[in-house]
């Protein structure tokens, strides 16, 4: 499945000028772990991750007084943004995904790039800073952590794993998209999450089957 959606978005963004949105759409096809550091929280390739955390077990005093294994990582800057394209197999680049909104930003560029490739579906999605949507009528968890913390808020439960969550967008579909008729004109909450291990699986599908769309039969 991973595969197959890494050649998908390799086909809808291959005109894609913006190396953000580029490092983005990762997420849809790789595993990232997440790490609160210099006052932001950066995302980092899973893989490439384990790879640094490793090579430190071997060193005690490393493991004990080095800083987290993502400062070991380029982070992606408007300064070295030109330097993606080469290294982007590598996985190497961490997104930052807190402090600005770029790294957030950039992720919704590539999921309504998704949707229209996918489903042919227009959107709007805005950058949410918190969850305080006044017509909280349908949500999408961007993964299996978020769908769970959006269910247990949608039934009013104590949640203290929302502190989980990394991402929240305003979905505005085109007035064209043929929405379930009690839904027409409310905003889709998406939301993203990672799990206790800091970890963070986005299922791109979920953008494509948990929409309140008409089915056409």
Known sequence: MTQLVHVILRNALDACPDPFTLRAAELFFRPQRATAHAGTMLLADAEAIEGHEA?????PLLAMLAPPAVAELAVLTPENAHEYRAR???FDMALNLGGNRSGREALG????????HMLGLSAEIETLTELSEPDWRWFVGLDSDATRIGNALWQGDDTPDAKNLLALYRLRLAPDAR???DLQGAPITLML???EDRLI?????NLLTNLPLITIS
């Open 55 to 59: 090579a430190r077990r071997g060193s």
């Open 88 to 90: 982007s197999d590598a």
């Open 109 to 116: 560029r590539a999921i309504k790039i998704w949707l229209h």
């Open 179 to 181: 929405i379930r008729p």
């Open 193 to 195: 999450a990672m799990n």
């Open 201 to 205: 699986r986005l299922k791109p599908q």
